[in-house]
């Protein structure tokens, strides 16, 4: 009695852990999207029995950090385990079709048997006429044949070979006209199957525990590595003499399989995937290597000063679920800066489809107070950009990005907008003005190589020309450069700096110039390089 018992009892708990594992499908709560990571809350809710259960909850994005995985649920709720996949396969799994969705697959199915059919029948066709021809081949050389018989013959095979060929296009147009069909029908069952949300493949399966039978919330949260975000600015200015209006945008990529619906998105510039290990200084041992030539590019040059050809811009954006004007998208997003990252709370829902595209979504529009100078380097680039100056810049809260710039109702380009510096002031470059002509010309009568012994000297000697072309006063920061030794045997003189600031650690020469309209400046700039007459400086000139 006591074994029957016994038997009895692990049979039921063999019952209760058997039992049909229960479903339900996450929706999408808020999403935090940082610089390489998405931290999703999802919420759901479940009908449970007493005692313990199986659920398995759909609609979990397809990939993610297991470690970062959490759930959240009533007291009397025990979640006892947690499992990611990809792949659950259930005996349990429900059939999720409607009627209308089978009808579609029975049609589709038959359709499928109708195209096999016909082409089946035109294979057989084929093959007779084949047949037919092959026969004919053989009677050519067949003497028994007279030729009244030979006339039956051939007249036979011409009538035949036509209802074939005949028969053939028939059915070609039918397959054509099932094959259309099966299209059509193909598209209904992807329509009435297509859920409100795309559905991910991602599962998490739960074991849990319930003291008391009802419906069960759960709100879930964990990071996906599969979504990025990153600033992106427009830059609009109307004259060097009023402000400059920054929109300050973002771009959200995602691939998690799921698209966000009306979501509530928290933009962050924070990295959940850091290594939060402190460093630990290691000895620092010195030790020789290969002596390095200067670049022939500009050293320091201004950040941002290079614009970006004139290409159209290429990003989706995204309709938030209100419309709101412009002027109007500051009031929806609070900024919230700690120690450690910022992040962009958005109070409008927005839609962010699952396909690795670009997603505009507008955080903030702001005003920068702006003073305008004009840059040249006519060593590296023979034009004039105009920057603007930016004072106080830390209290915008800007990130690193690119920015498109419209200046005087025109796009002109692209430019980076860089706060992570230690300067004052920010330069943004606002594009290329044409109306100031630069040149830089090499003097041929004042260059040249000398031969001294075992040595020889080269002279250079250049001419810069800035032209001011506008109608109003123009100041503009001009820059140059001469070469720096590495080597003792090299001997570096500048002979002329045209009353330029030298710095004679990187070798730049600096004027600030003030031009009328119309108004033209010439500079002279010459340098000696001295060195082994048996050697050759390959970046000299």
């Known amino acids: 009695m006591k074994n029957t018992l016994l038997l009895l009892i692990l049979f039921g708990s063999m019952l209760t852990f058997a039992q049909k594992p229960v479903f339900a499908t996450a929706k999408i709560k808020a999403v935090t999207v940082y610089l390489n990571a998405a931290e999703l809350t999802q919420n759901t809710s479940v009908n449970l029995p007493a005692g313990t259960t199986e659920v398995v909850i759909k609609n979990i994005a397809n990939h993610l950090n297991q470690n970062t995985i959490q759930i959240a649920a009533p007291a009397s709720v025990t979640v006892m385990s947690v499992q990611f996949t990809n792949n659950y396969i259930s005996e349990f799994e429900p059939d999720e079709s409607n009627p209308l969705i089978k009808k579609v697959r029975d049609s589709v199915s038959w359709v499928k048997k109708e195209i096999k059919r016909i082409q089946i029948l035109n294979n057989a066709n084929k093959q007779t006429i084949a047949l037919l021809d092959n026969n004919q081949s053989v009677t ?41 069909r099966l299209t059509e029908l193909n598209n209904k069952l992807a329509f009435n199957t297509k859920n409100e949300e795309k559905s991910a493949s991602g599962k998490l399966i739960l074991q849990v525990m319930n003291t008391i039978a009802g419906n069960i919330p759960f709100d879930i949260s964990y990071i996906t590595n599969s979504a990025t975000w990153k600033p992106f600015y427009e830059l609009r200015a109307e004259n060097i003499k009023n402000p400059i209006n920054m929109m300050y945008k973002a771009q959200v990529f995602q691939n998690s399989g799921m698209d966000w619906k009306k979501v509530k998105l928290t933009l962050s510039s924070g990295n959940p995937n850091q290594n939060n290990q402190a460093p630990q200084l290691q000895p620092w041992f010195l030790r020789y290597s290969q002596p390095e030539y200067i670049s022939n590019a500009l050293q320091g040059k201004v950040s941002g000063i290079q614009v970006a050809p004139k290409e159209g811009l290429k990003e989706v954006v995204v309709t938030a679920d209100k419309k709101l004007n412009k002027s109007d998208i ?6 919230n800066e700690n120690q450690l990252n910022v992040s962009f709370d958005i109070d409008i829902p927005y839609d962010i489809l699952s396909n690795w595209k670009a997603h505009s979504v507008s955080l903030k529009e702001i005003k920068l107070p702006a003073a305008y100078t004009y840059y040249a380097a006519p060593k590296a680039d023979k034009e004039a950009f105009l920057l603007a100056e930016i004072s106080d810049y830390s209290n915008y809260n800007l990130l690193e990005g690119e920015a498109n710039i419209i200046f005087e109702g025109m ?58 072309n506008k109608k109003e006063e123009v100041a503009i920061a001009l820059e140059d450069q001469y070469p720096l030794s590495t080597d003792k045997e090299i001997t570096v003189e500048l002979t002329d700096n045209g009353r330029a600031r030298v710095n004679e650690e990187t070798g730049k020469l600096s004027w600030d110039l003030k031009l009328s309209p119309n108004e033209t400046k010439k500079i002279r700039i010459s340098y000696k390089v001295k060195y082994p007459k048996d050697k050759n400086i390959s970046n000299l000139y």
């Open 140 to 180: 050519g050389v067949n003497t028994g044949l007279n030729v009244a018989e030979l006339i039956k013959l051939v007249d036979y095979s011409k009538a035949k070979r036509t209802e074939l060929d005949n028969t053939i296009t028939d059915l070609q147009e039918k397959e054509e006209f099932w094959n259309k």
């Open 330 to 335: 500051s009031q929806y997003t609070s900024i």
């Open 411 to 468: 796009y002109v380009g692209k430019t980076n907008v860089n706060p992570n510096q230690t300067a004052d002031t920010l330069k943004l470059s606002m594009g290329r003005d044409k109306k100031i002509a630069i040149t830089r010309e090499k003097i041929a009568d004042k260059s040249g190589t000398k031969f001294l012994s075992a040595y020889k000297e080269q002279t250079f000697t250049y001419d810069i020309t800035v032209k001011n």
